[in-house]
């Protein structure tokens, strides 16, 4: 869609992967590109949004026309997201967040030549999607629009039902991940659930065709109030 439908709105999106610092040059990370929340950010901007992109740890170079800040870590984009959150009409949560990180890290390198740390203790990281949505929620405010992101390898629609009704967003978007599917690749399959029982299967296509889906159903939902 070339519409500018999204046009006066404010977006945020969050996209790649945290790493959690092990000492200054180790990190616990994770597999994800990417790639699904810089297609949101740039079809967004595309349907005419201001875009702010809260990018951890992706390859891919930034989208034009959008405002990206760049995050190592799961505290980091934490803070990054609640510096924008009160500005923005609809946030879509892309990023694979690591659910933990080491309790604390080393300030010089780990050496071989002590032997090997028996075990790296770790640390819950805040689920920032949760928090987000428990402050609006309990603010008994629709606005922000909130979508939440999770990857299932089985029973997508009963699992995603659960992980919408715990997060507490509007839309979650499922995709239904197994051996070479969703990460890394340029493709994707999901059903968008919504939080009044609305379910959307996305069959398999670029990850630009989801982010529209996304969209689609993110902009009958956003309140008359506009944040820009
Ligand atoms: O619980 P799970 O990690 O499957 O939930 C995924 C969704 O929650 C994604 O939208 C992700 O960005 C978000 N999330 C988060 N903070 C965390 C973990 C997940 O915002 N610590």
Same mark, same amino acid.
Request: proline residues 5%; aromatic residues 4%; hydrophobic residues 40%.
């Given at each position: 869609?070339?519409?500018?439908?999204?046009?006066?709105?404010?977006?945020?999106?969050?996209?790649?992967?945290?790493?959690?610092?092990?000492?200054?040059?180790?990190?616990?990370?994770?597999?994800?590109?990417?790639?699904?929340?810089?297609?949101?950010?740039?079809? =967004?901007?595309?349907?005419?949004?201001?875009?702010?992109?809260?990018?951890?740890?992706?390859?891919?170079?930034?989208?034009?026309?959008?405002?990206?800040?760049?995050?190592?870590?799961?505290?980091?984009?934490?803070?990054?997201?609640?510096?924008?959150?009160?500005?923005?009409?609809?946030?879509?949560?892309?990023?694979?967040?690591?659910?933990?990180?080491?309790?604390?890290?080393?300030?010089?390198?780990?050496?071989?030549?002590?032997?090997?740390?028996?075990?790296?203790?770790?640390?819950?990281?805040?689920?920032?999607?949760?928090?987000?949505?428990?402050?609006?929620?309990?603010?008994?405010?629709?606005?922000?629009?909130?979508?939440?992101?999770?990857?299932?390898?089985?029973?997508?629609?009963?699992?995603?039902?659960?992980?919408? =009704?715990?997060?507490?967003?509007?839309?979650?978007?499922?995709?239904?991940?197994?051996?070479?599917?969703?990460?890394?690749?340029?493709?994707?399959? =999901?059903?968008?659930?919504?939080?009044?029982?609305?379910?959307?299967?996305?069959?398999?296509?670029?990850?630009?065709?989801?982010?529209?889906?996304?969209?689609?159903?993110?902009?009958?939902?956003?309140?008359?109030?506009?944040?820009?």
């Amino acid at each position: 869609s070339a519409a500018p439908d999204l046009g006066r709105r404010h977006v945020l999106v969050t996209a790649g992967g945290t790493r959690e610092a092990v000492d200054p040059v180790r990190y616990l990370g994770n597999r994800s590109s990417g790639r699904q929340g810089y297609a949101l950010a740039a079809t =967004a901007a595309a349907r005419g949004a201001r875009v702010t992109l809260v990018a951890a740890n992706s390859e891919l170079p930034d989208p034009a026309g959008v405002e990206v800040h760049h995050v190592e870590s799961a505290l980091e984009m934490r803070d990054a997201v609640w510096a924008v959150l009160g500005a923005v009409d609809a946030v879509a949560m892309a990023a694979a967040v690591a659910d933990f990180r080491p309790s604390s890290q080393t300030s010089s390198k780990i050496k071989k030549t002590v032997g090997a740390p028996e075990a790296i203790p770790l640390t819950a990281n805040p689920d920032i999607l949760a928090e987000l949505t428990r402050e609006r929620n309990d603010a008994g405010r629709t606005h922000p629009v909130i979508i939440g992101f999770a990857a299932e390898t089985d029973n997508a629609v009963e699992n995603g039902r659960a992980k919408l =009704a715990s997060k507490g967003c509007d839309l979650l978007v499922v995709n239904e991940v197994g051996a070479g599917r969703a990460f890394g690749t340029t493709d994707n399959q =999901a059903v968008i659930l919504g939080r009044d029982g609305s379910e959307r299967p996305v069959s398999r296509g670029p990850k630009e065709e989801l982010a529209d889906e996304v969209w689609d159903l993110v902009i009958p939902r956003l309140s008359d109030t506009q944040s820009n």
